[in-house]
């Protein structure tokens, strides 16, 4: 299957009928979903999908039909074709066969056709440069080269006259591939919205939010979210698509129609202590009966309510594990007027309360009155908040945030803090004290507590109430509502059903015009909503819906009819620029300019950027390009072992995320140079992440620009816990992964995959070893030697951070350092190691002041992410033009990070087509 040419107009695609649409498309047999997901009443028995796509106008069926299949390396709209495929060239770009030599002298020891080191064989490279991926090759092995990297120091070095002259010879030959190839790569793939995308979009146009668990991931390995090659569409997802519409739109109604404020007050000890107070007699009455039949003389266990005796042993070991707890909780005092968070047999204590069912979603404002108990410490004097998922086990939650608490039983404080509910299953919302959220871990602290003789582990925070307020955003939501369905004065409704349709779309299509067939069509679909009973509202309910599955909503639609590239309207550049930096649809302001045609001049669309930046919703491009670009997805890997890292709890590893996020926000916004990053004397850190890193006299939830003491590990991304927390397994450091995230985020130097066949280190786990014998006993392997002089040495610089980011000086040998055994004892760290270009470093402190000097290779592998990110596509060979030219406008500034930003906005790949 292919895509239609972006270009091809809406008269020469409508030449095809929907019957031949459907048959092309080969859309499943669904059964009708139930009436609400699609339309209003049961007696519609037509296709759903079928239904609703008979309103799109033509060319959107046809475009969906041969969307729907296609694969992702087919889905180029408009792809110039390579000039060298098909056409004659008077350029040719070729090393001459002279230097094969060079190679054959220096590089085949390791690179030829049995070796392959790096997956790299230059003994059959082709001397041709006439493609993307030849260039590519060849762009490795010249900055290889030019680094020092090759040949490694152990093996014989080529002559200064002789080097020079191959790399004079292969630069020139690329700056002639560049020219050559430049035109057959750079496409922009036509591509629609992500799900961070749609889910802005929606909240922009109707003030609700959504869930987005129907849609299926935009994760393609490798690649940013913004990438059009993954962002292809199914048959299913159209239905999907029409579905959250409808869902968006009915809560839209449905929350102006409710327009009842819950006000819900909680007084946490009364549910729980009435389920302990059941609790504890069902244990006590059962014991009890036990106790009885013990004396009866022989009677058999069922005369006393029992199956057989291995019940009673049962029962009764359930009583003495739960009944001294029970009622130790009972009978503490604190527990009369509010709950005191511990943990017992069945998991740790949450405080549920849940909003009513017609509670509609949106923003609510939590109140919580609390205090610590004496003798709490620093790191437990937290409350976690979020909501209870189906099925999670007891004392489980999915934690949504979290905050210090600084009263006291006797002197509590009230807590407030905002909560988006966004669907049914988030309506039942928990507090609990900081912890692990894992059951296990709220069970062995328990039975640690057991074994010390207390019945309780000594609890940490008291609540008295918790309050539940809202919707607090219904001023955005009404608004939506009433620009959805202005009061306007015209009385014929189907005329003014019409409006309401064409200004919806207008903005849904952003701030493209709908044909008026396609209006037509939905006109028909209002009206038999309407005769089948709906009111006016909810009969515009299913056509509304429709517009948001029309590719116009989820496309950014740039079409470009011919293989030449072509300048954006002023329209289309307005919607790239919005989604780069918001995520989300160009506001008023930015329309107007592209209606006026003035956007394209240099210096409007330069202070619209800055607006754009200085904007609260450029945080969304925050997030979203350090989350991916930093690979910060890979902290929620795997659990940390809460015995070993009991403070790298949830609450923890948000803040140690939002250390990373609010450093790069803070350089974005103070207009200072990426090198802050590589180090800095100073970090952005709140009172919990602080008190992590032993700095002391922070105080406050909010984030903040703090400075390190001098000789500290931190300031920079090296002393960050996330970063260093990623290259770990949650129980021991990885000096493996640490060093190949800084190869490839910071150095701009990746290391090549790991080849087949690697030795597992499971062969050692049985032996003492510190991680640096570990290492050398893996680099036996001859295919494992080569990469692993790169990366292990960094990797070591950095262990003296634990699993969890916390500085140490000595090592727990044990393979499994959760069972300490008799052979293991802690081993000194030796951190020193050497650069790939041959700096040696003594510890951590040199690592960095050397890894610092490499600005320029961390900012162009910035430059390049950015570009990737920016422009919807993987970056490419035909790239380094653009990311040569950023860099050259960037460096004299100081690398500032806006500045980046806006060359790439106003470079020509971003304003082309």
């Not at 392959?116 to 010249?142: H, Y």
């Not at 949450?350 to 003798?375: F, H, I, K, Q, W």
């Amino acid at each position: 299957m292919f895509l239609p040419a972006s270009g091809s107009s809406s008269s020469q695609i409508e030449k095809f009928s929907l019957r031949y649409v459907f048959k092309t498309a080969r859309l499943p047999s669904i059964p009708p979903p139930p009436p609400m997901l699609l339309f209003s009443h049961p007696l519609k028995r037509r296709h759903p999908l079928k239904r609703c796509l008979n309103v799109f106008n033509a060319a959107s069926i046809v475009f969906f039909s041969l969307v729907l299949p296609a694969k992702a390396e087919d889905t180029d709209i408009g792809q110039a074709s390579s000039p060298l495929q098909g056409t004659t060239n008077q350029m040719d770009a070729s090393m001459p066969e002279v230097h094969r030599k060079f190679l054959s002298s220096h590089c085949y020891e390791c690179h030829d056709s049995e070796t392959r080191e790096g997956q790299l064989d230059l003994e059959k490279i082709s001397f041709k440069l006439n493609s993307t991926e030849s260039a590519g090759r060849w762009q490795k092995v010249l900055d290889a080269i030019n680094s020092g990297e090759m040949p490694p120091a152990e093996s014989k070095q080529p002559s200064t006259e002789s080097k020079a002259a191959f790399l004079e010879a292969l630069s020139e030959q690329m700056v002639v591939a560049r020219q050559i190839l430049s035109d057959s790569g750079g496409v922009i793939t036509m591509r629609r919205l992500n799900r961070r995308e749609y889910a802005n979009t929606i909240r922009h146009l109707l003030g609700v939010e959504i869930e987005l668990s129907e849609l299926p991931s935009d994760s393609d390995p490798g690649n940013f979210d913004t990438s059009g090659s993954s962002l292809y569409i199914s048959s299913d997802q159209i239905e999907k698509y029409l579905s959250l519409g409808r869902q968006a739109l009915t809560t839209l109604i449905d929350t102006n129609a409710n327009q009842k404020q819950v006000d819900l007050h909680h007084e946490s000890e009364i549910n729980t202590n009435r389920s302990i107070t059941k609790r504890r007699g069902q244990l006590l009455s059962r014991h009890q009966l036990a106790e009885a039949w013990r004396k009866s003389d022989g009677r058999p266990p069922t005369e006393f309510g029992y199956i057989d005796a291995s019940r009673v042993k049962f029962e009764e070991g359930q009583y003495k594990k739960s009944f001294p707890a029970l009622d130790a909780y009972l009978n503490f005092s604190p527990t009369r007027s509010g709950v005191v968070f511990t943990s017992s047999q069945a998991g740790a204590m949450v405080d549920y309360c849940s909003l009513p069912e017609n509670a509609p979603p949106g923003e609510y404002l939590v109140r919580v009155r609390t205090g610590r108990m004496p003798g709490a410490s620093p790191e437990r004097s937290y409350i976690e908040f979020g909501n209870s998922d189906p099925g999670s086990r007891a004392g489980e939650m999915t934690v949504r945030g979290y905050h210090k608490v600084t009263g006291t039983y006797e002197q509590p404080q009230i807590i407030e803090f905002p909560l988006t509910i966004r669907n049914a299953k988030e309506r039942k919302i928990g507090i609990r004290d900081r912890q692990p959220n894992s059951r296990d871990a709220a069970r062995a602290r328990f039975k640690a507590a057991r074994k010390k003789g207390q019945n309780l582990p000594e609890p940490a925070i008291w609540v008295d109430w918790v309050e539940v307020i809202g919707p607090i955003n219904r001023n955005r939501t009404n608004k939506c509502f009433d620009r959805l369905f202005p009061n306007d004065k015209v009385d014929d409704e189907q005329q003014r059903a019409r409006n309401i349709l064409s200004s919806f779309a207008v903005r849904a299509f952003r701030a493209k015009q709908p044909s008026d067939a396609y209006l037509n069509r939905l006109v028909s679909l209002y009206e038999e909503e309407r005769a089948s009973g709906a009111n006016f509202k909810r009969a515009l309910v299913t056509p509304l819906s429709v517009v948001l599955a029309s590719p116009s909503f989820l496309y950014l639609q740039e079409p470009n009819a011919t293989s030449e590239r072509r300048e954006l309207t002023d329209r289309e550049l307005a919607v790239r620029l919005s989604y780069l930096l918001w995520s989300a649809p160009p506001d008023q302001r930015l329309l107007y300019l592209a209606s006026k045609e003035k956007l394209k001049k240099p210096s409007i669309l330069r202070q619209e950027t800055e607006r754009l930046l200085a904007d609260p919703r450029s945080m969304e491009f925050v997030r979203s390009f350090t989350h991916q670009w930093l690979q910060l997805e890979r902290l929620d890997f795997f659990q940390f072992n809460f015995q070993l890292y009991p403070q790298f709890d949830e609450s923890l590893k948000m803040a140690a995320r939002g250390e990373v996020l609010e450093t790069f926000n803070s350089i974005l916004r103070q207009g200072e140079s990426l090198g802050q990053l590589l180090k800095s004397d100073h970090i952005v850190a709140n009172e919990l992440l602080a008190d992590y890193y032993g700095i002391p006299g922070i105080k406050g939830h909010e984030f903040e620009r703090i400075p390190v003491p001098d000789n500290s590990p931190r300031g920079g991304l090296l002393g960050m816990a996330a970063i260093l927390a990623m290259g770990s397994d949650g129980e021991r450091a990885s000096p493996v992964e640490r060093g190949a995230w800084v190869l490839r985020k910071v150095l701009h130097n990746p290391p090549p995959p790991a080849p087949p066949n690697v030795p597992q280190l499971s062969r050692l786990s049985l032996k003492s070893l510190s991680a640096r014998e570990l290492q050398t006993a893996h680099m036996e392997a001859p295919q494992c030697a080569q990469c692993h002089r790169k990366i292990d040495p960094i990797g070591f610089g950095l262990h003296n951070f634990d699993a969890t980011g916390r500085w140490r000086e000595e090592e727990n040998a044990s393979r499994k350092p959760n069972k300490k055994s008799k052979k293991s004892k802690p081993q000194v760290i030796d951190p020193s190691g050497v650069l790939p270009n041959g700096q040696h470093f003594s510890n951590f402190f040199e690592l960095r002041d050397q890894i610092a000097k490499h600005e320029q290779d961390f900012a162009r592998g910035f430059c390049e992410s950015l570009i990737a990110y920016g422009l919807g596509r993987p970056y490419g060979f035909s790239d380094r033009i653009l990311a040569d030219e950023i860099l050259e406008q960037v460096s004299p500034g100081g690398n500032q990070v806006s500045s980046f930003i806006h060359a790439l906005v106003q470079s020509q790949a971003f304003r082309q087509k």
